[in-house]
């Protein structure tokens, strides 16, 4: 009787272990899944400002090219005057 108690102490000091052992575990994942997606919400913030500069620079360029087709005809007139 009194190893049947010993055993069952035994057992259940085992099965308090690994619950609180899955609970940590549980907690790890919950703080890793929030800490890829902070880092997910990162990255793509990084790939919308990337994004955001090429448009400004595509922006830029166009703007450019006609400011100097502008300028090509406005002197082209001149000459022609």
Do not use: C, P
Request: charged letters at 20%; aromatic letters at 6%; glycine letters at 2%.
């Amino acid at each position: 009787m009194g190893t049947d108690e010993k055993l069952f102490e035994k057992i259940k000091y085992m099965e308090d272990n690994v619950i609180a052992s899955t609970h940590l575990v549980h907690n790890s994942i919950s703080e890793l899944n929030k800490a890829l997606n902070a880092s997910n919400t990162t990255l793509n913030n990084a790939i919308n400002a990337f994004s955001q500069l090429s448009f400004n620079k595509f922006i830029e360029n166009v703007v450019e090219e006609n400011d100097d087709v502008n300028m090509m005809a406005t002197n082209t007139t001149m000459m022609d005057s």
